[in-house]
């Protein structure tokens, strides 16, 4: 997102992105590791090949423990594949590139900061000078409607409102590609509802590309241009499902017909996968 | 064995190896350090002596009715004081403040008070342990979940029912980790009373041997309370484990 | 104002159990609050009192600052990596359960008596404490902390100085506050036996001539500090709390 000076305030312009190019690609990526006390390896991931296009809002959707973190952490950097490689903007990744925005699913907002130094946290690490700084954070605050909170600590916020903290530290990175993994898990079914016509609207103004993870199928069908279903462990994909609807989408399209037909062949789909876990269980 | 323990155990006697090496080849002088093998062979000859037999025998006995007086009225006065909130209220600053104090500077008011012997020993190791059991019987009480007593409740358990079968199940975890320190308070508090000015027990002979350059019967004693604290300490955590093994899914 | 009004209560009859208590024991085993006070009070405005609490001062300051030094860097070393701490662990805590007393002689054989000793029984009792609290306080922290560190790109030493360090401060401050007490406790016993200097000397010495309103007045003093010290730590505590 680029800022330009109109008549005296900030404003971002709206980049429109190339849907057609390739931003991310994942080939023939796997990931394992050797668990404690394990003779063997653990098969977390793979293969998987997934291509990513500009400004592309893409839903991963899988059972419990098959994998989707796993793919999170090869995507952002933090973890290396066992096998296969990941590039982002043409170059294989080996650690966490510039441009790319994680929101993890657990509360990451730093308890020690208010929120105002929470989103400016980054910023200032990488040497962002001070009056830019409180641009991009005043622009975040008020886009995330966190402008009244700026001096609270985050131990005195509500849930949902943490994670709008946690969005806005990534947001003021400008990052191109923005990976979430359930970041709405923790909230309740309105508040999700809600949190996720924000997302949509930071999806458009931003124009990044956007892969989130979530467990919650109407989410995915409701949000993303595509959605990707994950098999149990080691994950990968079994279906991709194309939704098609408008960039100027918000929730309301969960009373189309369409909607019911994406969230009916989805749960086709996982619901096998899903039944393999619990059997495993027990 | 994990790795830790192979490690820890690794680490443990490649110290006292050095240290033995040491002392064998006298970069360190005899009259520092003696070599933990002569220090354990002379420990073996004097306790099958029985040349230190009464000191132990006092210092034990001072240890065990100090931890037992602690223990117990700890557990009395805080299960009365957690009745009383009021009463918990305005104590609260005043425990947490407990142990800021140096206890052991009312060392010399016990003496005065009770002379040398069992009394000011064991009045100090009681003040120094007994405020630990009486916070952990105020933590265990207060984290007993309410649903258990509703659930006695609905049961319709006397009170009595429900303190013995619910209530002390659910906070012996808390309860014996107070035991645990007011088990070692009672200790550190025995054994230090005795160095500083005692006529006999454990902590008296070390300071005597130390006082006339008897570096291996100082030494000697010296193990034998480490090897103590070691025992009593594993011994309790067994049971600590055991306690808390039956409540982990 | 009103909130420690209960606890001032109890503290007033506390004053008067100790009263009580001095009437029925008697004032050679126990003076009465009003007469340890002015004992106090008379040994402020002579030097001898003043000398004393410097050199109690003196090695405290020293043992604490090695404490604090050795007892963070230790535990963050010892936090950071699982396996030197999971193997280090019993092994510190068997030290801790350990009478140090019993070391003492070891520790006067090697430093003499005097000042080292002292310092080096303060450090023995306060260092133990604030390294198992901060490597704790780092073994608990939040993984996700450390892992937006990395998603933000940070250098290692910018995760340290601003992600580690505050997100295990509230659990460092509460080892220090432990480890303060303790390292007090140490010098002072140190006094007790190893010095001719410091308060706890003044207190053993006073108890070798038979001067109890000495004891008293040393005791009551040591009383004070502690305690004012304990509560600035606690108010230190709660100001941490807003997280």
Redesign the interface.
């Known amino acids: 997102m680029t800022f330009a000076l109109k008549g005296g305030s900030v404003e971002p312009l709206r980049v429109a992105p190339d849907t057609r190019t390739p931003h991310v690609t994942l080939s023939q990526v796997t990931r394992s590791f050797k668990k404690a006390g394990a003779k063997e390896m653990f098969a977390a991931l793979g293969p998987i090949d997934l291509t990513l296009n500009k400004g592309e809002f893409f839903s991963v959707v899988g059972p419990s423990g098959c994998g989707k973190s796993t793919l999170m952490d090869v995507l952002s950097g933090l973890a290396r594949p066992t096998s296969g490689e990941v590039m982002f903007e043409g170059k294989v990744i080996t650690s966490v590139p510039d441009g790319v925005g994680v929101v993890f699913q657990e509360d990451a907002s730093f308890p020690w900061l208010t929120v105002h130094d929470n989103i400016a946290f980054g910023l200032r690490r990488s040497g962002v000078e001070g009056a830019e700084v409180e641009r991009r954070v005043a622009y975040a605050l008020g886009f995330m409607g966190l402008r009244d909170f700026a001096g609270a600590y985050p131990a005195q916020l509500s849930g949902g409102m943490r994670q709008r903290v946690c969005i806005a530290r990534t947001l003021v990175m400008q990052p191109r590609l923005i990976l979430m993994d359930e970041p709405f898990g923790a909230l309740d079914q309105q508040t999700r509802l809600l949190m996720g016509d924000e997302l949509l609207r930071l999806w458009r103004e931003t124009g990044a590309t956007v892969l989130l993870i979530t467990h919650a199928l109407d989410e995915a069908a409701m949000l993303s241009d595509r959605v990707g279903v994950m098999s149990s462990r080691p994950g990968l994909f079994i279906d991709m499902v194309e939704t098609g609807w408008d960039r100027d989408r918000d929730s309301r399209v969960v009373s189309t017909p369409r909607f019911g037909e994406i969230n009916a062949r989805l749960w086709d789909k996982l619901r096998v996968e899903t039944m393999k876990v619990m059997g495993a269980r027990h | 064995m994990n790795?830790?323990s192979v490690?820890?155990a690794l680490?443990?006697a490649g110290f006292i190896g050095l240290i033995e090496l040491l002392c064998r080849t006298h970069v360190i002088p005899q009259?520092?350090?003696i070599a933990p093998s002569q220090m354990l062979t002379h420990l073996v000859s004097v306790v099958s002596a029985g040349v230190y037999g009464k000191d132990i025998l006092f210092s034990f006995t001072n240890i065990a009715v100090a931890a037992l007086l602690a223990i117990v009225s700890g557990f009395l006065v805080g299960l009365a004081v957690h009745s009383m909130p009021?009463?918990r209220?305005?104590?609260?600053?005043?425990l947490?403040?407990y142990?800021?104090?140096?206890?052991?500077?009312?060392y010399?008011?016990f003496?005065?008070?009770f002379g040398v012997g069992h009394g000011s020993i064991i009045a100090i190791a009681v003040l120094l342990a007994v405020v630990a059991m009486i916070t952990a019987t105020l933590t265990g009480l207060d984290r007993i979940p309410g649903v258990l007593r509703k659930s006695a409740a609905v049961m319709r358990m006397s009170r009595l029912q429900t303190a013995w079968r619910i209530e002390l199940p659910a906070a012996l975890p808390y309860l014996f980790g107070g035991v645990k320190l007011a088990v070692?308070y009672a200790?550190?508090g025995v054994?230090?009373s005795e160095?500083?000015?005692s006529g006999s027990g454990i902590?008296y002979a070390?300071?005597f041997?130390?006082n006339n350059f008897e570096s291996d019967n100082?030494y000697a004693?010296?193990l034998l309370?480490?090897i103590s604290?070691?025992l009593i300490?594993a011994a309790l955590n067994y049971f600590d484990r055991r306690l808390q093994a039956r409540r982990q899914r | 104002m009103l909130r420690?009004l209960?606890?001032f209560?109890?503290?007033v009859a506390l004053i008067a159990a100790w009263q009580g208590l001095h009437l029925v024991?008697g004032a050679g085993?126990?003076t009465s609050p009003w007469m340890t006070v002015s004992h106090l009070a008379s040994m402020m405005a002579t030097g001898d009192l003043w000398s004393n609490v410097g050199a109690t001062a003196k090695a405290f300051v020293y043992a604490m600052g090695l404490a604090l030094i050795g007892g963070i860097v230790l535990g963050v070393l010892l936090g950071v990596n699982r396996?030197a701490g999971?193997?280090?662990e019993?092994?510190l805590?068997?030290l801790y359960?350990?009478?140090?007393?019993?070391?003492?002689?070891?520790v006067?054989?090697?430093f003499g008596l005097g000042l080292s000793s002292k310092v080096a029984f303060g450090v023995m009792h306060g260092l133990i404490p604030i390294l198992l609290f901060t490597m704790n306080a780092i073994r608990q922290m939040r993984p996700v902390y450390l892992r937006t560190a990395g998603t933000l790109r940070l250098t290692p030493i910018q995760s340290l100085v601003h992600v580690l360090l505050p997100a295990i401060l509230p659990e460092v401050v509460a080892g220090v506050?432990?480890g303060?007490?303790l390292t007090?406790?140490g010098v002072?016993?140190g006094e007790?036996?190893a010095s001719q200097r410091g308060?706890?000397y003044m207190?053993?010495n006073?108890?070798g001539l038979?001067d109890?309103p000495t004891?008293?007045s040393?005791?009551l003093l040591?009383?004070i500090i502690?305690?004012t010290?304990?509560?600035l730590m606690?108010m230190l505590d709660k100001k941490l709390q807003h997280r």
């Open positions: 790795i830790e490690l820890r680490l443990v009259s520092v350090l009021r009463l209220a305005a104590l609260e600053p005043l947490a403040s142990y800021a104090v140096p206890t052991f500077i009312f010399p008011v003496i005065v008070v070692a200790f550190i054994i230090a160095f500083i000015l902590g070390i300071a041997a130390y100082m004693l010296m309370v480490l604290v070691t300490n | 420690i209960p606890t209560l109890l503290v024991i085993a126990l396996l999971a193997v280090a019993p092994i805590l068997n359960a350990i009478p140090k007393v019993t070391l003492y002689p070891l006067l054989l090697c506050r432990l303060f007490a007090l406790l002072l016993i007790m036996f308060l706890g207190a053993v006073a108890m038979g109890i004891i008293m040393v005791a040591i009383t502690a305690v010290c304990n509560s606690l």
